[in-house]
């Protein structure tokens, strides 16, 4: 099956690239900005600052310590996406392995010397994920006999003792070649590998060992912390180790740290991680909207874990987790042309950043996307989530087949072929059209927002509504399952209510005191100001239903707010309880989220104070 993801147990089981089949919408639009501009951009911009020949050892190295790692992401891209440059950026790659596997062009000579800040592994990592999706697509040829090696050079090193490298990575990759090859040996390491994580395996820094997720072990860990990126990768690597080992209690681990992390630690796009200084997780309820972090990285590492919990628990929770951040990071992160990405995704940008010079980028907290960045993580990241995003969109289990994200597709499973109508996010109508037919139950996700907002279901062949919660197959509340037989033709629809609404901040998150947001769908919407409104520091919402207004297919918002006046006196504290906005009002113009930006800089807030 061509999969990132394919545990051999769970609840559900993942329908690959080549059983889901994007049509163009939402998604399968940005599926093919990807194959067709973001991989060669990405390559473009490898080229240009050599990250690319360094494997050839003809020029002085350049780039950071972990540049290996975004060649590797980008084959992994190329490889789900098909395309054609993969042979010739692969062949590069594999002449510069050494003879014992090993491989890293900036420790070569050196090796592990620092391993708390050498990402040797971690390179691995993305090494090992794009051989895997060679396996997958295409496999056993020169570079996936390479990532064997390389495998093997990192098992024979690493399986005994106490190392482990500081950003986690490996874990979920060797799980993965484990899943693709049978190797016991690969399993093994990334089961020590999660072991050791905390026990402490790796040595004293300044952002103390949470960064690391070094502190505590990960079965006694309570909620994710430290740097967001490594806590997400650790966490999906420890659900993978769980899931194959049939170890219920660490799978269980996990679960209770994303529930509270979700709960306490996650921006209401999906983001996660409010500290700049170590990229990392705040406090409980530490969620600034002008500091948040967001890393797109962070956001993918989110989509990546919900989906394994998903795959091995069928809680609908996880999807709604994905579904945010998908739209919300994920698609916010590249621009509507796909030239250009965000490092980090904050909720709140008070000064305009200058415009864009098309030079590479050495502020990951810019207020603007940029064309590329000296930590680059981001951009081949989004390439490779894009090129294999199908594969998060439906599931078999022995019921029949479930759809949990929509969009324009073909999905074949469970003997069946459903295709998948809709204009989601902009509207909340799904039509499933049964092109073959057969026994089983299809069940159909029903989002958080929904499921108290008068959602409806129903068969136009006979009438049937449909029954929430598991009747007719394995899926649990959340979904709603409609049991077979299906013959060509039969429908369902689906109306899921889109209408806006207002959402308030958890009273204990004292940055977001006084402020609401709104929401539509899956949708957050922001207030975006380039310049020809009123600046956003002055003004306060006023809680009326929001006007809905469609242009060119994407609907946007408008809102009524009051002006703010200073204080007479010019000084900013009062008082008086009364009413903040007194100098006159005005109509503020909501966009969604992933949009902002792309008309040039701009002041930009999601969290709007509440009048």
Known sequence: MVDPVLPSSGLLSPLGLESVRLAPGFWGDRLALDREVIID????WMEKEGWIANFTGEQPRRGREFSDSEIYKLLEGMAWAGHPGFEELAAVVVQAQEADGYLNTRWSGDRYRDLEWG?????????LQAGVARLRTHGEDDFTALVRRAADHVCEVFVEGTRTDGHPCLEMALVELYRSTGAERYLELARRLVERRG???LGTIPFGPAYFQDDIPVRQARVLRGHAVRALYLASGAVDVAVE??????????EAQWERTVARRTHLTGGMGSRHADEAFGDDFELPPDRAYAETCAGIASIMLSHRLLLATGRARYADLAERTMYNVLATAVALDGHSFFYSNPLQVRVAAPAADG??????AASLRSAWFDVSCCPSNISRTLASLPAYVATTDAGGVQVHHYTPAEVRGAGMALRVETGYPWSGGVRVRVLEGGEGAVSLRVPAWARDAGYSVHRPDDGSPGAAGAAGGQAGPGYLTLPGPWRPGDEIHLDLPTTPRWTRPD?????????????????????ESPGDLPPLADIAVRQAPPAEHEADGVVELEVEAGLVTPAPDGWPYDGSPGSPAAGGSTTLRLIPYHRWGNRGPATMRIWLPAD
Not at 41 to 44: K, N, R
Not at 245 to 254: I, N
Not at 359 to 364: I, R
């Open 359 to 364: 030079m590479v980028s050495h502020a990951a």
């Open 245 to 254: 080992t049939g170890d219920a209690e660490l799978l269980a681990a996990v």
């Open 507 to 527: 009273h204990r998150a004292d940055a977001l005191r006084g402020t609401v947001a709104v929401e539509r769908g899956p949708l957050v919407y922001c207030a």
């Open 119 to 127: 990402h040797e592994l971690y390179c691995y990592g993305h090494l």
């Open 199 to 201: 026990l402490p395996a």
């Open 41 to 44: 951009h990405c390559l473009e």
